[in-house]
Each structure stands twice: as C-alpha cells, then as structure tokens.
C-alpha cells in the first residue's frame, strides 16, 4: 500500500484533473518527470535504502566563495554534519556513517552555502522566518531552517519516493522541535479533505515541521510565508507543475519576503520552457543578488534570491494560459507537450 499515490489519485478526481481537456492537453501537475526513471533503478521505495539513495545525490564538493560565505559559516556546515550523522545513527544505520562519510560532507557544505547566500543577501528577513521549501528532496533544507535560522519549516512534495524519504527526515527532526504533521497519514486515518486542508493551514509555526502533499499546497493561507527555496527541481517538472508551484508559493510569499533559487540556471528538454526567473521579474520580484559563477566549475549550482515587492497573484489556470496557452497534443499525462499558441 502506497497511501501517498492513494492521496494523489483521490486528489485527481476531486479536483477535476482528469477529465476532458485538462487530463487530454494540459495533463496534472503532480508529476516529476524523470521519477519513473529515477525510481526504476533501485529496490528501495521507502526506509534506509531509499534514505540513503536520497543522501548521496550531493557527491561534489566545491568550496564556499567569499561572495557567500557568512562569520557563521563554518559552525553551521559543522553542526549540520553532526546532525545528519546522528540521524543516520537514529534510523539504524550508524555503521554507514563513514562510507557515507562524502555524501554527508558534501550535504552539509551545500546546505550550509544556502544558508550562508541567504543570511547574507536576505538581510531583513524575519528573525524567525515561515519557510516553504518547494520539492525538498531529501529534506535537508529544514535542518538549518529549524535549528540556525530559527522559524517554522514546511516541505511541499509530489514525488511518493521523495515524500517517503522525507517522513523519516521530518520525523527526526519534529523529535527536536516541537512534532511533525503529515497530513497523508491523516486522510489515510479517515480525515476528510477539508479537515486536512484545515490542518494544513494552521499546523506550521515557529519550531514545527510541517509536510504537505502539492495536491494540497492550496491549503497553505495567502501570504503566510516570509522565505521561499527552490533548489535542483524548478526545471525539473512539467508545464503543468511550473504554473503550479509557481502560482501558489506566489500566492504565499508575503510582501517583503524572499525567493531562493539554486540550480543550473538552465531549462531542459522535455519538461518545460518558461524561464522563471524572468516570470517572478513580471511578478514583482525584485533580484537582490544573482552569484555570476559557472555551474560545477566555480560551485554546484547557481544560487540567486529575489524579494518581493508587490502582491500580483494569478491563479494556476491564469499563469498556465498566459505563458503555455493551448497545446495541440500531451503525451505521457503532461510529461511532453507542444505549446501551440
């Protein structure tokens, strides 16, 4: 039993995706497009194995520029190595601590450069911050939310793999804080759709760790939100996922609040061709600071950060018609399409 992709398929069907032109030519939302791909390689759906698969996809190390590093720097990267190692002696694996001792190292760094580039370039952030982090993979992003920046943590997720792996690490760290809530678990329960939205709306906060399903990122309330991170995923998704994610954590990001990117900076085939950056610019986001550095030869990834300026919401049926408008044909539920506007 998968009670994930049981949410999902129940989600679909009360909000409509599949049926007529939505499902035919704009597919959902929900899809990671290479997950299938991903997922096919490995034995492991849940628990230490599939834990560890997510671990080790940070394996490069590059060390932290002048322009990001911050006097705190070098304490955060080490209490994040600790704290991962301590979770891995907690879920059972602590005799792995040392051949995984690389994808521990080089987490940790990447975490803490993220932390560093947005206490330096987000000045006036909240000093404790609601944080969204959009597609969390591993979820390693909270461990500095929670323990250095101070404020409440929420993971929006549409991967059943990822969301799986997440649980194990939300639950570690809710041990430290004050609980976790998976609102999957919930419904799964019995709970009703709107009671979990209703859950979902008021369980994040100062020190709490939240986990919320993309199928109910609209549960999340307008402008709730002080600090928003994307990382490794934006160009990872479908027409239908950008408009998505895009439209809603615009939607949650208050006034003032800031939006950090981090990938290559590149759109790739297959998935989507909106340039994002270009569209929070078209939102009223204003660039605070974009690092002018080649991706896997200065640093992993390229990290920028914007600020909010006004409240200019569309809704996912506006945002998807006015960048992808009409699609002659959808293969694959959303995976591939032909924009033909």
């Given amino acids: 039993m998968n ?12 909000q ?8 035919n030519r704009i597919g959902h939302p929900f899809i990671w497009v290479d997950g299938k791909q991903q997922q096919s390689s490995t034995l492991f759906m849940d628990g230490p194995g599939a834990v560890l698969q997510a671990l080790s996809i940070y394996y490069e190390e590059y060390p932290t520029l002048d322009d990001v590093r911050t006097d705190d720097h070098e304490k955060v990267f080490e209490n994040l190595s600790e704290r991962l190692r301590e979770f891995m002696r907690r879920m059972g694996m602590g005799g792995l601590v040392e051949e995984y001792a690389n994808y521990i190292h080089v987490t940790a760094l990447t975490r803490a450069q993220d932390y560093s580039f947005i206490k330096r370039y987000a000045a006036d952030l909240a000093g404790e911050p609601a944080h969204l982090d959009i597609g969390p993979g591993f979820g390693s992003h909270a461990f500095y939310s929670l323990f250095h920046l101070g404020g409440g943590y929420t993971g ?11 649980r194990h690490t939300y639950r570690y760290l809710g041990a430290h804080f004050t609980g ?31 986990h919320v399903p993309s199928w109910y990122f609209g549960a999340l309330p307008d402008r709730s939100r002080d600090l ?3 990382t ?23 006034e003032g609040g800031y939006f950090y990117i981090r990938d290559s900076h590149r759109v790739k085939p297959n998935r989507h061709q909106l340039r994002y950056d270009e569209v929070l610019g078209e939102l009223g986001y204003e660039r605070v600071r974009h690092l002018d550095v080649q991706n896997r030869v200065d640093m992993f990834g ?27 044909m959808a293969a694959l539920l959303g995976e591939y399409m032909q924009n033909v506007k």
């Fill in 3 to 14: 009670d994930v992709l049981d949410s999902l398929n129940r989600a679909l069907i009360r």
């Fill in 302 to 328: 390229i990290p920028r950060i914007y600020q909010k300026t006004r409240h200019d919401a569309l809704s996912f049926d506006d945002m998807f018609e006015r960048y992808f408008g009409h699609f002659a």
């Fill in 180 to 210: 976790y809530h998976d609102p999957v678990i919930e419904e799964a329960l019995g709970a009703s759709p709107d009671a979990v939205a209703a859950n979902i709306a008021k369980a994040s906060g100062t020190g709490k760790v939240s």
């Fill in 228 to 230: 928003i991170t994307a």
């Fill in 156 to 166: 929006v997720e549409a991967s059943d793999f990822y969301y799986n792996v997440q």
């Fill in 16 to 23: 409509k995706w599949m049926l007529g032109d939505r499902w």
């Fill in 232 to 254: 490794f995923m934006l160009n990872e998704v479908s027409p239908s996922g950008i408009a998505w994610l895009l439209s809603h954590a615009n939607r949650v990001l208050r």
